[in-house]
């Protein structure tokens, strides 16, 4: 998952690192962090997948209930 087409004008920043319960995690050396992100990007077609599946329950869902 890459953004395209984004002028670099658009760019505010680059995340680096972050902090969390006082602690320091650097991006681009923290293996953990590399392999959440490689998971995490890997799975988006599957996570936008079933959103749409559980929206689309949702809606049935309704139509059924509502009375004719």
């Known amino acids: 998952f890459n953004e395209t087409n984004i002028p670099e004008s658009d760019i505010l920043g680059v995340m680096e690192g972050f902090y969390r319960n006082g602690k320091y995690y650097n991006c681009q ?30 809606i049935i869902k309704r139509k059924i209930k509502r009375p004719t």
């Open 29 to 58: 050396k923290n293996t953990k962090y590399k392999i959440y992100m490689f998971f995490l990007h890997a799975a988006y077609p599957f996570r936008r997948l079933l959103h749409k599946a559980i929206t689309f329950v949702k």
